[in-house]
């Protein structure tokens, strides 16, 4: 059976341990899956990080990474989204894209013999939430009954971040604008995930009190610039500040995925101070790509 990998949920915990710990392993421990052969990493919607962290992925596991373009594609336009599928899968071991509907990568793994793996989509976004929790465990050891404080939209960010912290023992704090929370039935599902607890409001100064790690994400996310006077309006209250900060675990951490707009979801003295590990969770895209694609080929630790 093909392993695709479209959300962190299509894990199990030991799944992500796996993944984990993969992506903690040396290159040449992971014996190359992918030599002579190549990976497919199409992108509907452009980014810097994705791009370069799974071409290196791919590198490093011996693979060829072949970019493409959504206009070179066109899903649903230049051909149906299950025919660029087969297609692919006579050409690639893996096919990994960034797509504006999570529709679009359902049907593709629907019918293809390769994985699939989701680079991003408006539902989610598994593999910057494989980079978030490696990076908490680098910093924080053990995740098992540390707490995560979210603040802002309960966007595709926060959906991928709250499985993988459930899956991880960890308590799950929620801290959204009124209109942006997560509904009763993914509370629900991030419980059943493994979340030890978790928690929402739309107070973020009260939720991340004794957290371990506070993350945020832009409130303006790609294809929503139109709403951004709105969404400046909605979101008073939720920039990440020192004060904010302060009233976390004296040693937590801040993450942001990236790019960040200072002064918006962030003051620059967070983002920029001493407690922020934005970089090194940027930096471990490329390890938790590697360890994704190393697992949905079959290595295992």
């Not at 796996?18 to 992918?34: I, N, Q, Y």
């Not at 071991?93 to 629907?110: G, Q």
């Not at 039935?185 to 928690?199: C, F, K, Q, T």
């Amino acid at each position: 059976m093909t392993t695709h990998l479209l959300d962190i949920a299509d894990l199990t915990a030991a799944d992500l341990e796996s993944v984990l710990t993969l992506a903690a392993s040396p290159v040449e421990a992971l014996g190359r899956p992918l030599a002579g052969l190549g990976a497919a990493l199409i992108f509907e919607k452009p980014s810097a990080r994705t791009r370069h962290s799974m071409e290196m992925a791919v590198v490093q596991l011996g693979g060829h990474p072949v970019f493409t373009r959504g206009e070179e594609i066109g899903f649903d336009t230049r051909e149906p989204v299950e025919d660029v599928a087969r297609i692919m899968e006579g050409f690639h071991a893996v096919v990994a894209a960034r797509v504006y509907e999570h529709a679009t990568l359902t049907r593709m793994a629907a019918v293809s013999a390769v994985p699939i793996v989701n680079m991003l989509s408006d539902h989610s976004h598994p593999l910057q939430a494989l980079a978030d929790v490696l990076t908490m465990r680098q910093r924080l050891g053990a995740l098992a009954g540390r707490t995560v404080a979210y603040v802002g939209d309960y966007n595709n960010v926060a959906r991928s971040l709250g499985e993988a912290s459930a899956l991880s023992g960890m308590h799950v704090r929620l801290a959204c604008p009124m209109g942006f929370e997560a509904d009763d039935v993914e509370i629900e599902r991030l419980l059943l995930l493994g979340a030890a607890s978790v928690e929402q409001g739309n107070r973020p100064i009260e939720l991340v009190v004794g957290a371990h790690a506070v993350h945020t994400d832009t409130w303006i996310s790609m294809g929503q610039e139109h709403d951004t006077a709105s969404r400046r309006q909605k979101f008073e209250g939720f920039t990440v500040n020192e004060e904010m900060m302060s009233l976390a675990d004296p040693d937590a951490i801040f993450m942001h995925c990236l790019p960040a707009y200072r002064g918006f979801e962030v003051t620059a003295e967070v983002i920029d101070g001493p407690q922020s590990v934005v970089f090194q969770q940027g930096h471990n895209r490329m390890h938790a790509a590697r360890g994704a694609l190393a697992h949905v080929l079959g290595v295992r630790p």
